[in-house]
């Protein structure tokens, strides 16, 4: 199920394209996974291919301008780092 941010869970799978920003995307080139709300901001878990390694991500206003959009899984599918 496609969802919105204000619908966002930890453990929901958040898609970018960093190339283009929304409506003129058309693919998907990157993935993380919402960590939720800490200290009033929202953070991700994804993979730093210049870092070399899964590191959490505040999503900032940058972010959010290139998601594409967010899925929710069902109970016994959800991922929660």
């Known amino acids: 199920t496609r969802i919105g941010r204000a619908s966002l869970l930890t453990g929901d799978w958040v898609f970018f ?9 058309d ?7 919402y960590a939720g709300v800490q200290e009033g901001k929202e953070y991700m878990w994804h993979a ?3 870092q070399g390694h899964i590191l959490k991500q505040e ?4 972010y959010w301008d290139r998601a594409l959009y967010a899925h929710h899984y069902g109970p016994n ?3 929660a780092p």
């Open 27 to 33: 693919s998907i080139d990157h993935m993380g996974t």
């Open 77 to 79: 599918e959800r991922f």
């Open 59 to 62: 999503l900032t206003q940058y």
């Open 17 to 25: 394209d960093w190339d283009h920003a929304p409506p003129d995307s």
């Open 48 to 50: 730093s291919a210049s």
